[in-house]
């Protein structure tokens, strides 16, 4: 009922940059908050980023003044701009939704994309 499509990720060496973009759509009357969590290899997911609809954000404290989040509310679309990336952002990033159903009766739930890749080291 829910899609979430992620791109944007890659290679890069220490020290670069990349961007996420994530699109939601299918069966979304609203949506709450969108934002970024991430799983590395051996290791829990975690939180990265979240946006909700005031724009409020909230950020892991490993990213804090190197990652922004943001949204388009027209397309549905949330990025994340990450710079100065180390190889510890190394993971898999999977998109986050949490939305109100369109369907009658509604309700809040949580979605995740099939993630991407990000790598980083030289």
């Known amino acids: 009922q829910v899609q979430l499509v992620e791109s944007g990720g890659g290679l890069v060496q220490p020290g670069g940059s990349l961007r996420l973009s994530c699109a939601a759509s299918?069966?979304?009357?609203?949506?709450?908050?969108m934002g970024w969590y991430r799983q590395a290899p051996g290791k829990e997911r975690e939180l990265v980023a979240t946006?909700?609809?005031?724009?409020?954000?909230n950020y892991a404290d490993s990213v804090k003044g190197r990652f922004t989040i943001s949204r388009d509310n027209a397309n549905n679309t949330v990025y994340l701009q990450m710079n100065s990336l180390k190889p510890e952002d190394t993971a898999v990033y999977y998109c986050?939704?949490?939305?109100?159903?369109?369907?009658?009766?509604?309700?809040?739930?949580?979605?995740w994309g099939r993630g991407t890749q990000v790598t980083v080291s030289s």
């Open positions: 986050y939704l949490n939305s109100l159903t369109y369907r009658i009766p509604r309700y809040n739930r949580n979605d």
């Open positions: 299918g069966s979304i009357f609203s949506i709450n908050a």
């Open positions: 946006i909700r609809t005031d724009d409020s954000t």
